[in-house]
């Protein structure tokens, strides 16, 4: 089984940053893309930034410019850093990867973190 367990949510003030980890843990075989999705209060679970295992990033537009994500593929973790942190930014932010097993390395499954609340008051 494999489990993502995010960390460093807070409350910040308005122009001020955070940084946010997430390790995987488990039988894993290999990470393919891994994901920072946010979900504000009373809306849809949305792509804040993704990265490949080769380093590519992809970013939506509410954080270009403002967040970077990063990961270690040799300790299975990814990052987001946030600066300029806005107040629409507050929400769950959610870890997501794309994980094979060592019982079976041909398949990528998604696997979801529990969540680490980020909130920025104005």
């Known amino acids: 089984q494999v489990q993502l367990a995010e960390s460093g949510g807070g409350l910040v003030q308005a122009g001020g940053s955070l940084r946010l980890s997430c390790a995987a843990s488990g039988a894993i075989f290999g990470i393919d893309v891994m994901g920072w999705y946010r979900q504000a209060p009373g809306k849809q679970r949305e792509l804040a930034a993704s990265?490949?295992?080769?380093?590519?990033?992809n970013y939506q537009d509410h954080v270009k410019g403002r967040f970077t994500i990063s990961r270690d593929n040799a300790k299975n973790m990814v990052y987001l850093q946030m600066n300029s942190l806005k107040p629409e930014d507050t929400g769950v932010y959610y870890c997501n990867a794309a994980v094979a097993v060592v019982a079976n390395a041909r398949r990528y499954f998604e696997v979801w973190g529990q969540g680490t609340l980020v909130t920025v008051s104005s």
């Open positions: 990265i490949t295992s080769g380093g590519t990033t």
